[in-house]
């Protein structure tokens, strides 16, 4: 069996994560070069637009959560724009759609990954935008290695490319051939884009912050601004309906927006404290989780019990069935109902209808205030999902039913996902971000400027009096979400959050599948295994507790196991969740434990194992998450 470890980091000069080895690897050299953790960040941001093309692009979102050390506070950067103007249910209605395409152009918001990154720069960083821009426009114009998930990507969609996208096509198909996976791949329409966006900054004055706003300005008032309005005004193109339409974005939308900077969302869970931005994304969702599982008693489980995992999953379907009926921020959202979502009698009383031996497949949103819950039509959805072509995006939810792994490649499949950077610097400052949109599949590449525009209006609905129902003005509510965790009041913590595909109809019995198993499970338990990125600064030791967020675990799950089976039947907590799980990493002689019990004596390992964990243990002491293992305490 194969598996991974993913080790907490520590260290006193700094550290950066992403989903590219390019990307992190840009945001470390800024940091080496004397830039602060959000000139990194913005540095690895830019890179990844240009080398993971398939689950982000420069017409996308960015949502941030930051720590200002010089502040001493954390704040959220809303990376998502709102909805166009022309963008209403009556203008959908009329083109005979029940749910907005989830591909093409009739989806496209503000771009707001662009204005969110040059916030994140303008108010926190100390480097030019030259400077923090110049690896992803070196990558863009010399090259970089096209990854194998990118050319599956292409693969997937080189027929709608071939047949009605030419300009998608003239880019990710050089030659007329799909690019080989690791081949030296350029962006140079989108490098050009770069460099005149550069030479405009530079004549709007001298200083920093006059370059920085300079380049906001030509992005959303100036020459791309234009560029976007006239090709979703002139271009008719194929989308998930099957049919050509025009899209709404127009100039006026751009010129009017810029990002919000605001107080993320907390809630507390014994020594910590966890930020999320607001119902405008899926964060709350895991503040609920959190706070019901403060009356779970899951100190009384074993973390590899079924009857754990358990009382995570129903969370978890609770949190997401309120998401469903509660989050957003059109007008039928209430701020008030939205607050007593995280109240701790509202989340008691959601823990409180949990079964300790039933798994629910119903969906059950609450009643804050004593409100009823209002609901979408769920049969939208059901019927878009029976018709969908999983390859081309289908509306909400983003994907249908899938073909095994092994068989997606043959049959033209791609499911995406997104990416995230995480940086913390020498000073303490810490970042999480999670960019996605305006990928290479998403909608037609704008000629003029080399990138495609994002599709997030696919996350509202149509219809009327709800809190996610489809505004003009308002943003949609994106599953995106960074994670950010102080611990006694101090910085602990940044994570990346992987944002299931899920949409507001996450609430059909689906939410049960795979990638509710995959995305939710490890946001609960494993917030502190699944590779954070924890303050520089070093720490006192520790003692240790039984709180969720300790760190203590050596074992890790196979995360593409379908844990469904978890939901989908009745559970008997007592029995270990070893037994249901059979890839869950286990070494052999290893006892297993049934909730409530102790661990059963482990065979001895060698002396030199034991003697090296002991030695690691008595160098770092409060740093090592466990003790070497002997019989008194495997």
């Not at 959560?65 to 009556?90: D, F, K, M, N, Y």
């Not at 497949?361 to 999983?390: E, K, N, S, Y």
């Amino acid at each position: 069996m194969t598996f991974t470890t993913r080790p907490e980091i520590t260290g006193t000069f700094g550290v950066a994560s992403s989903t590219h080895w390019l990307a992190s690897q840009t945001a470390m050299s800024v940091l080496e070069r004397g830039g602060n953790a959000f000139d990194a960040a913005v540095a690895a941001g830019f890179v990844l637009q240009v080398v993971e093309p398939h689950l982000n692009g420069p017409g996308g979102e960015a949502p941030i959560l930051l720590w200002s050390q010089r502040q001493q506070r954390v704040l959220s950067i809303c990376g998502q724009g709102p909805a166009p103007q022309e963008a209403t249910v009556q203008a959908f209605e009329r083109l005979g759609l029940e749910q907005v395409p989830g591909v093409g152009l009739l989806a496209a918001t503000v771009p707001g990954a662009f204005g969110a990154w040059l916030t994140l720069l303008r108010d926190h960083g100390t480097w030019t935008l030259a400077q923090v821009l110049e690896p992803a426009l070196r990558y863009a114009r010399e090259g970089f290695p096209l990854v194998p998930r990118a050319v599956q990507a292409i693969t997937a969609v080189q027929a709608l490319f071939r047949a009605h996208w030419a300009s998608s096509a003239a880019v990710w198909l050089p030659q007329g051939q799909v690019p080989r996976p690791g081949a030296l791949f350029t962006l140079p329409h989108l490098a050009a884009t770069w460099e005149r966006l550069l030479q405009e900054a530079t004549q709007a004055g001298p200083g920093r912050v006059a370059e920085i706003e300079g380049a906001r300005r030509a992005w959303y008032q100036g020459f791309v601004a234009r560029e976007i309005d006239t090709y979703c005004r002139t271009q008719q193109v194929r989308d998930a309906t099957g049919q050509s339409h025009g899209g709404l974005l127009r100039y006026d939308d751009m010129a009017r927006w810029q990002a919000p900077v605001e107080a993320p969302l907390t809630l507390g869970f014994g020594r910590y404290t966890v930020a999320k931005c607001g119902f405008w994304s899926q964060g709350p969702a895991f503040l609920q989780q959190i706070g019901m599982l403060r009356h779970a008693g899951l100190e009384q489980h074993a973390p590899h019990t079924a009857g754990f995992v358990h009382r995570i999953a129903e969370a978890a379907k609770l949190a997401l069935a309120d998401r469903l009926a509660w989050y957003g921020a059109a007008p039928g959202a209430r701020a008030e109902v939205q607050q007593a979502l995280l109240s701790d009698a509202y989340l008691q009383a959601r823990w409180a209808s949990i079964d300790p031996a039933v798994a629910h497949t119903a969906l059950r949103p609450g009643a804050p205030l004593g409100l009823p819950p209002q609901l979408p039509d769920l049969d939208v959805a059901a019927r878009t999902l029976r018709h969908a072509d999983a390859r081309f995006g289908v509306g909400e939810p983003t994907f249908a039913a899938l073909p095994p792994v092994s068989e997606w490649l043959e049959r033209e499949v791609f499911v995406g996902d997104t990416c995230h950077v995480d940086v913390i610097d020498r000073d303490g400052n810490m970042v999480a971000v999670t960019p996605s949109g305006g990928w290479l599949s998403s909608s037609p590449v704008t000629p003029a400027l080399g990138f495609a525009l994002n599709t997030r209006l696919q996350m509202t609905w149509l219809d009327p009096g709800l809190p996610s129902t489809l505004t003009p003005g308002v943003v949609p509510c994106t599953s995106l979400s960074p994670s950010l965790a102080l611990r006694d009041g101090q910085p602990y913590m940044v994570r990346p959050e992987q944002p299931a595909n899920t949409s507001p109809a996450m609430g059909l019995p689906a939410f049960a599948g795979t990638e509710f198993a995959r995305n939710y499970f490890p946001d609960i338990y494993f917030l502190a295994n699944f590779s954070p990125l924890k303050s520089m600064k070093p720490h006192a030791p520790r003692a240790q507790t039984d709180e969720l967020f300790r760190s203590r675990l050596d074992e890790q799950l196979n995360m593409r196991h379908p844990l469904v089976r978890l939901a989908a039947v009745g559970i008997d907590p007592e029995r270990p969740f070893a037994l249901w799980m059979p890839t869950f990493r286990r070494n052999a002689g290893h006892g297993t434990l049934s909730d409530g019990q102790q661990r059963a004596p482990a065979a001895r390992k060698s002396r030199r194992h034991q003697a090296e964990g002991r030695r690691r243990h008595e160098s770092h002491p409060g740093r090592c998450r466990r003790k070497p293992e002997t019989p008194e305490n495997s």
